[in-house]
Structures are given as structure tokens and as C-alpha cells.
């Protein structure tokens, strides 16, 4: 079992920043892809951006060029780097992580970007 632990989240105005970190801890025995999603009030989760074991990154169209993925393998840690946040990227963040056939969640952290 892998076990998620998230933090980063909160209250920002428009035009600012957040990290967003994800530690996996537990029976880990190869991560192959770190990520992140998001789900808006009254809308279905989506992608925001992915990290695999072969450095291979995807983000949302959207997040190009503002959010920044990164992943530090020999801690389990996954980063995302939100700048020019707007009230679009307000949700609820989760972190995801595949191993082998395996798919944990984390328990999600909130983003709110309002003035």
C-alpha cells in the first residue's frame, strides 16, 4: 500500500503563486508516474500535469507555460509550481501515482485563487 501526503494548498489572489508537494510513502516498490489533478465544484477531475519514470511530462493546455511539474525520485516526491494562478484554477488538487498495476490518490488539497 502506498499512502499520499499532500500540502501546498490555499487562498491566493489572482496573478500568484503556489507549490503544491506530494510525498509517497508505504509499500513502494517502483513509481512509474507522479501527477496531478484537479476538480473544480460541479465539473469531472482532470489532468493537470504528469511526471513518468521516463521523464516524460504532459501538462493540461491550459497550465502551459504557468505550472511547472517536478519530481524528486529519491525522496517519492512529486512538485507542482502554479504561477499566474486565476480563479479558472480554482479546485481541489489531488496527487496520483502509478505503480505497476496499482493507482493511488491523495486526499487532495484546496486551491482557491480569488481577490
Known amino acids: 500500500q502506498v499512502q499520499l501526503v499532500e500540502s501546498g494548498g490555499g487562498l491566493v489572489q489572482p496573478g500568484g503563486s503556489l507549490r503544491l508537494s506530494c510525498a509517497a510513502s508505504?509499500?513502494?516498490?517502483?513509481?512509474?508516474?507522479m501527477g496531478w489533478y484537479r476538480q473544480a465544484p460541479g465539473k469531472q477531475r482532470e489532468l493537470v500535469a504528469t511526471f513518468s519514470s521516463g521523464n516524460t511530462i504532459k501538462y493540461k493546455d491550459s497550465v502551459k507555460g504557468r505550472f511547472t511539474i517536478s519530481r524528486d525520485n529519491a525522496k517519492n516526491t512529486v512538485y507542482l509550481q502554479m504561477n499566474s494562478l486565476t480563479p479558472e484554477d480554482t479546485a481541489v488538487y489531488y496527487c496520483n501515482v502509478l505503480s505497476g498495476p496499482l493507482e493511488f490518490w491523495g486526499q487532495g488539497t484546496q486551491v482557491t485563487v480569488s481577490s
Open positions: 508505504g509499500s513502494i516498490f517502483r513509481i512509474n508516474v
